[in-house]
């Protein structure tokens, strides 16, 4: 049973940087083949998509971070990093990541609330941005 921890949120000035990460463990196939995404929920809304990153090296943003989040992931050390720069306010929200085998970056991004079942996700981590 694949495992997710994140780490890395708090408080930051808008303008400011936070790097996100994801410590997975208990991958069933090679964790190499598994598609991980960034997701987050802001208070009051939906979870949405993020980041996207699958086993090819593809990787997807979402359009209203796509210039300012990086994803990444080391598969040797089995974690997920988010590299967050220019956060405004409006990025505050809890951060969770997700695992799925053998999704495309593309599917993953195209999460739907409700509708979308990923293998895993994490318990999440608060990153807060003030103006």
């Known amino acids: 049973q694949v495992q997710l921890v994140e780490s890395g949120g708090g408080s930051v000035q808008a303008g400011g940087s936070l790097r996100l990460s994801c410590a997975a463990s208990?991958?069933?196939?090679?964790?190499?083949?598994?598609?991980m995404g960034w997701f987050r929920q802001a208070p009051g809304k939906e979870r949405e998509a993020v980041a996207a990153i699958d086993s090819t090296g593809s990787t997807m943003y979402a359009d209203s971070v796509k210039g300012r989040f990086t994803i990444s992931k080391d598969n040797a050390k089995n974690t997920l990093y988010l590299q967050m720069n220019s956060l405004k306010s409006e990025d505050t929200a809890m951060y969770y990541c997700?695992?799925?085998?053998?999704?495309?970056?593309?599917?993953?991004?195209?999460?739907?609330?409700?509708?979308?079942?990923?293998?895993?996700w994490g318990q999440g981590t608060l990153v807060t941005v003030s103006s």
């Open positions: 208990g991958f069933t196939y090679s964790s190499a083949s598994y598609c």
């Open positions: 997700a695992a799925d085998f053998a999704t495309t970056a593309q599917s993953m991004m195209s999460y739907s609330p409700g509708y979308s079942a990923f293998d895993a």
